[in-house]
């Protein structure tokens, strides 16, 4: 018997990527802070470093926003997979 694809011409919808942001916010701000030291040591024009102080504290709203959108992604995955378990620790 040919499955639903063979039929329709179509295939099930995969899931979405939800990756965790963390990381990606953390290598953002650790970017800004190493650019911020090299420009720091390089003499280099003060709109720069004030550039990299910027995208520095503005990482950090970015890190808090990321921390809770992981918190909330690992209780949704709980909810919707019964499979999956959630560390207390961490």
Do not use: Y
Not at 48 to 65: E, H
């Amino acid at each position: 018997m040919p499955g639903l694809d063979a039929v329709t011409g179509t295939k099930p919808r995969p899931e979405p990527l939800d990756p965790p942001m963390v990381p990606f916010a953390l290598a953002g701000i650790a970017a800004f802070a190493v650019a911020g030291v090299i420009l720091l040591l390089a003499d280099a024009p003060d709109d720069w470093l004030w550039t990299c102080l910027a995208g520095l504290l503005l990482g950090i709203p970015g890190l808090i926003t990321m921390l809770r959108h992981d918190a909330h992604r690992r209780r949704r995955r709980a909810l919707t997979h019964p499979e999956f378990r959630v560390n207390s620790q961490g």
